[in-house]
Each structure stands twice: as structure tokens, then as C-alpha cells.
């Protein structure tokens, strides 16, 4: 029962022009929702956020979207850089509970 | 500020022995969470702690799984008679408080069951 969806495994993408990542998820209790960033044999390093009451959240390259009727959110980064070449995770919790729910993530490539 | 701290960073285990996994949170964090990956999936929620008390295990395996978090020392993960499914990178997460809505992760230790 994934809640979470990510459906491009991967991504690859020119240095300098945007990266686009998607996220789906399925559970319309879910109020808040996280990128996670991962190099190999490393954690997920937190990247940006943001709540259910918002559609937008920008820190620096990074801006994520959330689209509450369609269900989705989307991480965009300008421009890309060939150190953001890392597996990036979406997650999103509920306002009641302990736990994040995590997609199974998007392997960005960013070709110099 | 040392970040989340994950000991051993592998351990290989033959069938039907116990592996032991560590995890000092952040300082000044007392909120401990449980993460299993999968190979090729997402981060799976195993289970929430703080000191001295579980809160939330329901993502932790009936048996088998257990996990603490005392007053002193480390959080510990214990996987009783592991099987070669029980393979995967477990990752542990800290907050400073509960409802804090980032979790910052450790390292992960990677287990390998042979």
C-alpha cells in the first residue's frame, strides 16, 4: 500500500536548465510534505518543505509545488547543478501522527 | 553539533543470529524514529521512541523486532534470528520534540544477512 508515489525511477538532466521531480500520493489527510535528498551510503539529508496551507515554497534553486485537488507535489531545481545529482525522496505525514510516508524515489542525474 | 549518529555502519549476520543496531540522536533531541529500506524501495517506518517509551511501533514486524530507547546510551534496534529478508539499510531519524515536522536522519547501517 504505497501512499506516496514517485514513478519516474530516474532523471537526467543538462547542467544549468531545471529539474523537474514528481510526487503523488494517494491519502488526502497527509498536511505535510518533505524532499529528502540521498547520496549513496549516506541518510537522507532534508531539503525543503512545505504545509498543506501552502501551494508554493522556494529556498534558493529549490521551490516545491503542492497541488491539494490533484494529489501531487513537485520539486524544482534552478538551476541544476551537477552536486545535486542524488537520489531524491518525497514524503509526507499527517498532522496526527509520528511517522513519514516515503516515496521510493528519483534518481537525478545532472550531466555536466 | 554532531549529527545522528548510526552504529554499525554494516553488519553481516548469518541466518538465525541477532543483530544489534545503534542510534544516538542529535543532541538535544529525545525523539527517535526506526527506518527500513528495502533494496529498490522507499524508507519504511518501523517505529517511534522516546526515552524509556514506545510510542507508535506499528510498522515493527510482530517478531523478532524490538527496540528500545533508555535513559542513558543509545537507541538500539534487535533483530532475534535474523533471515535473509530481514537484509536492508535501516535508517534512524531524530527530532527535538514531538509534532516537529523534520526528522533528520543518521547514516543507516546496512545489514547483511547471509
Known amino acids: 500500500d504505497q501512499q506516496v508515489k514517485q514513478n519516474s525511477p530516474s532523471l537526467s538532466v543538462q547542467e544549468g536548465r531545471i529539474s523537474i521531480l514528481n510526487c503523488d500520493y494517494t491519502?488526502?489527510?497527509?498536511?505535510?510534505f518533505l524532499w529528502y535528498k540521498k547520496y549513496p551510503a549516506e541518510g537522507p539529508t532534508f531539503l525543503i518543505s512545505i504545509s498543506s496551507i501552502k501551494d508554493k515554497n522556494e529556498d534558493g534553486r529549490f521551490t516545491v509545488f503542492l497541488n491539494k485537488s490533484a494529489k501531487h507535489l513537485s520539486l524544482h531545481i534552478v538551476p541544476s547543478q551537477p552536486g545535486d545529482s542524488a537520489v531524491y525522496f518525497c514524503a509526507a505525514s499527517l498532522n496526527t501522527g509520528n511517522q513519514f510516508y516515503f516515496g521510493t524515489g528519483t534518481s537525478l542525474t545532472v550531466i555536466p | 553539533n554532531a549529527g545522528v549518529m548510526q552504529n554499525p555502519r554494516h553488519l553481516v549476520r548469518r541466518r538465525g543470529q541477532e543483530a544489534r543496531l545503534r542510534c544516538s540522536p542529535m543532541?538535544?533531541?529525545?525523539?527517535v524514529y526506526w527506518y527500513r529500506q528495502l533494496p529498490e524501495e522507499g524508507l519504511k517506518f518501523m517505529v517511534y521512541l522516546q526515552k524509556e517509551n514506545i510510542i507508535d511501533e506499528s510498522g515493527m514486524p510482530k517478531e523478532r523486532f524490538s527496540a528500545e530507547f533508555p535513559k542513558e546510551g543509545p537507541s538500539i534496534l534487535r533483530i532475534q534470528q535474523v533471515v535473509r529478508g530481514d537484509s536492508a539499510a535501516y535508517f534512524c531519524?531524530?527530532?527535538?520534540?514531538?509534532?516537529?515536522?523534520?526528522?533528520?536522519f543518521g547514516p543507516g547501517t546496512r545489514l547483511l544477512v547471509l
Open positions: 543532541k538535544g533531541h529525545s525523539h
Open positions: 531519524a531524530s527530532s527535538p520534540r514531538q509534532g516537529e515536522q523534520t526528522q533528520y
Open positions: 491519502n488526502s489527510m497527509f498536511d505535510y
